[in-house]
């Protein structure tokens, strides 16, 4: 059984044999697979009228935004985006009634987002069609497999410096 990236460095290895291009295995497959993942996601969410990273903003929330739910910069973290980039979110999310602003009662400067009672909702229908689907798109791998490859990517992104978010 062969793939793309078996067929990319063949012709690396015929043409440049000099150049190990056996790196190219490994990161090669895991772009082509952010890729089709990312298509497969969308797909997914769209049938819920969201896209991938409304469900990020509105998981992150639920799970450990609490009724307080979080600042900003805790979403900046975790999304791996920037403040614009987590305003214009914000905005949108408030637009369609999934989260509000709130500010903090220590802190008047400081400004919490915390979800909506459809917020919550949304996030709680859609969450266990979600897993499913995920498990849909790994039902190539067995569960031992799946563990193996979620602790060599662990170690791998860990190495790159993407640890627990603060």
Same mark, same amino acid.
Request: glycine share 6%.
């Given at each position: 059984?062969?793939?793309?990236?078996?067929l990319?460095?063949?012709? *690396?290895?015929?043409?440049?044999?000099?150049?190990?291009?056996?790196?190219?295995?490994?990161?090669?497959?895991?772009?082509?697979?952010?890729?089709?993942?990312?298509? !497969?996601?969308k797909?997914?969410?769209?049938?819920?009228?969201?896209e991938? *990273?409304?469900?990020?903003?509105?998981?992150?929330?639920?799970r450990?935004?609490?009724?307080?739910?979080?600042?900003?910069?805790?979403?900046?973290?975790?999304?791996?985006?920037?403040?614009?980039?987590?305003?214009?979110?914000?905005?949108?999310?408030?637009?369609?009634?999934?989260? !509000?602003?709130?500010?903090?009662?220590?802190?008047?400067?400081?400004?919490?987002?915390?979800?909506?009672?459809?917020?919550?909702?949304?996030i709680?229908?859609?969450?266990?069609?979600?897993?499913?689907? !995920?498990?849909?798109?790994?039902?190539?791998?067995?569960?031992?497999?799946?563990e193996?490859?979620?602790?060599?990517?662990?170690?791998?992104?860990?190495?790159l410096?993407?640890?627990?978010?603060?």
């Amino acid at each position: 059984m062969a793939d793309a990236v078996d067929l990319f460095t063949q012709h *690396w290895n015929r043409e440049r044999p000099e150049v190990d291009v056996s790196p190219m295995a490994v990161i090669g497959r895991i772009q082509r697979l952010s890729r089709l993942f990312e298509h !497969e996601l969308k797909q997914f969410f769209n049938e819920y009228g969201m896209e991938f *990273w409304e469900f990020d903003v509105l998981a992150t929330l639920r799970r450990s935004g609490g009724d307080e739910g979080l600042t900003a910069g805790a979403l900046i973290k975790v999304a791996m985006v920037t403040s614009g980039a987590i305003t214009n979110r914000i905005d949108r999310l408030v637009a369609k009634d999934l989260v !509000e602003r709130m500010p903090c009662p220590s802190d008047r400067r400081v400004i919490r987002v915390r979800l909506t009672a459809a917020g919550r909702q949304m996030i709680d229908d859609v969450l266990p069609k979600h897993m499913a689907n !995920e498990q849909r798109i790994l039902a190539a791998l067995d569960l031992e497999s799946r563990e193996q490859l979620a602790g060599l990517l662990r170690t791998l992104a860990e190495s790159l410096g993407d640890g627990v978010p603060d």
